[in-house]
């Protein structure tokens, strides 16, 4: 059997996945169709487990050193303030790091960049598409393309979709993406005000629910990053105009002078699972198998979790295991992103956004009566951790 495996995407995803097969001394190449990694706003928020789960390779203090540690993390209302502010340190024994991380993707994916480069197993090509993908009862070919325009054909003993939400990989396998895509525009805003200074007692993770306009803010280095859902019928000039970023962050906190921003950011937003996550010899990962909204940091954390469990089962199969194995990767990893990520991440937006005020109040009320219970209260944190999804599905065959 062929000793290598083909990665299609090189975000941290299909980074991390080439880090743990060259580890165990299987080659890999990762071809990625940009012209290198991009350093934009993307996720930021790594969860506990997943702190965890990179410490083997040397990156965590780096990630620490140039991000924020963010102890705890709240859901608060527009008008009346916190509701509930729950408390990682609940989870201390039963994870390494017990807090979130506010920390660019970009950065991580850099550093495992910079790890695979010293490794003669990893071979990696910016500026190359995917094309097409066979397949046969021993391998896989992939054809693909570089920026001039010059046709290359890779083989392997198994390919590897980490190509994000639009997957050439995924289309290939002929696999439908079912779900939805959220009526609303999201629009990020990154700016330099410090919004301590107008909620002394906001977490540097904080949900803010609102009948009529919800936010999230969150704390990275030197700035705030700010979320509104926007209304999808505006044209991209107005969702992304100077004046739509200064009347919402003025709405969310008022200050006699213009914010000051960085960055403005509008994407759409999908709840979606692949039907598959497996077809014979090529598999799917991250936001290639799964997506959804932004609101509880899953999606990056999931996708790192499933590069963790489809690149130890690879190992396992390159080392003797039959290649139905890879059937297992499949239940599991898509059980969690159904059970775990799209209800969790869906759930945070309904309380957010919930209207009637007697539904309002029994989603704080229920919040409420978490908090106060230490042992619901660590229950709950084990959950949109992640950290329950991982012991739920070792079970699962």
């Not at 993390?73 to 509930?84: I, Y």
């Not at 002929?174 to 990020?188: A, C, Q, S």
């Not at 010899?281 to 790192?304: E, S, T």
């Amino acid at each position: 059997m062929l000793q290598n495996v083909v990665i299609v995407g090189a975000g941290p995803v299909g980074l991390l996945s080439a880090c743990l097969l060259v580890d165990e001394g299987i080659s890999v190449t990762i071809i990625e169709a940009a012209a290198d990694l991009p350093r934009d706003l993307r996720a930021s928020t790594f969860h506990p487990p997943t702190l965890d789960m990179l410490e083997r390779f040397g990156v965590v203090d780096s990630m620490i050193a140039q991000g924020l540690i963010c102890p705890t993390w709240q859901f608060r209302d527009r008008t009346e303030g916190v509701v509930a502010t729950f408390e990682l340190g609940l989870l201390k024994g039963e994870t390494n790091h017990p807090y979130r991380l506010q920390c660019e993707q970009w950065r991580l994916g850099e550093m495992l960049l910079e790890r695979l480069k010293t490794k003669n197993l990893a071979t990696i090509h910016f500026g190359m598409k995917a094309i097409a993908i066979r397949q046969s009862a021993s391998g896989v070919e992939i054809d693909a393309e570089d920026a001039d325009g010059k046709a290359h054909m890779l083989t392997a003993a198994f390919c590897i979709g980490a190509d994000g939400i639009g997957s050439v990989v995924r289309k290939h396998m002929n696999v439908e993406f079912e779900g939805m895509t959220i009526p609303e525009i999201y629009l990020t805003l990154s700016t330099t005000y410090d919004f301590t200074k107008a909620m002394p007692d906001i977490s540097n993770i904080s949900y803010i629910s609102d009948p009529n306009e919800w936010f999230v803010l969150i704390r990275t280095v030197g700035l705030w990053r700010a979320l509104f859902p926007v209304d999808a019928t505006l044209t991209d000039a107005q969702v992304t105009s100077p004046e739509l970023a200064e009347k919402l962050l003025q709405g969310a906190a008022h200050l006699s002078h213009p914010y000051d921003v960085k960055h403005r950011t509008a994407y759409r937003v999908h709840e979606r699972v692949a039907t598959k996550y497996v077809e014979n010899r090529v598999a799917i990962a991250g936001d290639a198998a799964h997506v959804n909204n932004p609101l509880g940091g899953m999606g990056l954390n999931g996708g790192i979790h499933d590069a963790y469990n489809l690149a130890s089962t690879l190992v396992e199969i390159l080392k003797g295991a039959p290649v139905e194995r890879l059937g297992r990767y499949e239940r599991q990893r898509r059980k969690v992103a159904q059970d775990v990520v799209q209800q969790t991440s869906m759930r945070n937006r309904a309380i957010l956004n919930t209207r009637d005020p007697a539904s309002r109040a029994a989603y704080y009320d229920e919040l409420r009566r978490t908090v106060d219970d230490p042992v619901a209260h660590k229950a709950y944190l084990m959950r949109t951790s992640m950290m329950s999804s991982l012991k739920d599905v070792a079970s699962i065959s």
